[in-house]
């Protein structure tokens, strides 16, 4: 039966590496014989401009009946004083769609290894997991902006954190089987329930050890020790902040990848980084993030595990060759490292 992909380009760079990705994914499709159409929609700022909604009532009909849903980016500086801000239409997809589970892989890839900061003996082996809440907390919490105060809310019930965890300890289960639940409950409420909750979940799986770290000193950790971390399980806030931390592990945020699920609906798949305006429209972004967004979509949506690897191992060759773009010191154009992916496919 013919898969239905809603691919949602957005803003800045978005355009250019979901174009880049389709390419990726047309070329797989053939050799796999695997049957879709993809519908492109709407979305965030080119939402606002085309139909005055960050996410207008079309797109998310049609990322609720889709099979799977690729997002690229959204956002940039033209809405920062917008009464509506392209950001809003993110957050209502993924609540609209249940999306509570953000996987956000980190790997090192051998052929970028001189481009992290770190010295070569600390990013040895770092190889995690950041499973991130992405529809409670503080970003779904009252946001009230008063002329001389403000605040925001963060909430969770013990069911929210329940299912995150799970999610954890199921990955770690076919991992290294340590998971890491990542806090702040020397000071918030929350993060108090969230400890209780993890130790309770974890005695369901006995064999994968949980281990609880403060953010703070967990942010430290993944600098100085990254490659101890296997799953890291942690509220919205913390997970985005963490994310774009080990995003400089590997090099660049230009090469990581993610995955949104909900308990039963189609899941959403997106790089974690944003529409980088300081490099839109001049085609030379990074579409690798999205191209294994693509890869994870095949492996996880529609279960084609050698079409997924095929993708990766074709993405690992366009490294070593050294066909790189700007933000990993190379001269490529997206269009040429797109180009150079396929060949090696
Ligand atoms: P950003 O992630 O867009 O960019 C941070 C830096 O990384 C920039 O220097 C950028 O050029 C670089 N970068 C990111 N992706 C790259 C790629 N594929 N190739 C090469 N370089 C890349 O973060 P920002 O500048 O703080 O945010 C810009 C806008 O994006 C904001 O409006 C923000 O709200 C939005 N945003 C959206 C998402 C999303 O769509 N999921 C995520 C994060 C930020
Ligand atoms: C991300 C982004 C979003 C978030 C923004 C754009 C709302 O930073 O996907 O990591 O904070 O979740
Ligand atoms: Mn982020």
């Known amino acids: 039966m013919t898969k239905k992909i809603v691919a949602l380009a957005g803003d800045g760079i978005g355009p250019e590496i979901m174009a880049a990705s389709l390419q990726v994914l047309a070329a797989v499709a053939e050799k796999h014989g695997f049957d879709y159409q993809v519908e492109e929609k709407a979305f965030g700022g080119a939402g606002i401009d085309a139909l005055g909604h960050p996410l207008p009532a079309d797109t998310l009909a049609a990322a609720k009946e889709a099979d799977a849903i690729l997002l690229a980016a959204i956002g940039g500086p033209q ?17 609209e769609l249940g999306l509570f589970a953000n996987i956000r892989p980190v790997r090192i890839f051998d052929a970028l290894k001189h481009l992290s900061p770190l010295k070569a003996e600390r990013i040895a082996g770092v190889d995690f997991v950041v499973v991130r ?20 809310t963060n909430a969770y019930s013990a069911e929210e954190i329940d299912r995150i965890v799970r999610k954890a300890f199921d990955i770690a289960k076919g991992r290294r089987k340590l998971v890491t639940s990542i806090d702040k409950q020397n000071v918030l409420a929350t993060s108090k329930l969230w400890r209780t909750v ?32 296997d799953v890291i399980v942690t509220e919205n806030l913390f997970g985005d902040i963490l994310s774009d931390e080990a995003s400089v592990l590997p090099g660049s945020l230009g090469v990581m990848p993610s995955a949104s699920h909900s308990v039963n609906g189609p899941s959403l798949y997106e790089p974690i980084h ?36 095929q993708i990766e191992r074709a993405v690992e060759r366009t490294l070593q060759a050294s066909i790189l773009t700007a933000d990993l010191g190379g001269k490529a154009s997206t269009q040429e490292m797109t180009e150079a992916i396929m060949n090696y496919l």
């Open 79 to 95: 809405y920062d004083k917008a009464t509506v801000r392209p950001e809003e239409g993110l957050l209502a997809l993924r609540k």
């Open 133 to 152: 809440e992405l529809t409670g907390g503080i970003y779904f919490g009252d946001h009230i902006l008063e002329e001389r105060s403000a605040r925001d």
């Open 198 to 229: 993890a130790d309770q979940v974890a005695k369901d799986y006995p064999d994968v050890t949980l281990e609880h770290q403060l953010v703070d000193s967990a942010a430290m950790l993944m600098i100085t020790k990254p490659a101890h971390f």
């Open 274 to 309: 944003g529409s980088a305006p300081d490099i839109a429209g001049k085609g030379i972004a990074n579409p690798i993030s999205m191209i294994l967004s693509v890869a994870m979509m095949l492996r996880e949506s529609f279960d084609m595990v050698e079409a997924a690897e």
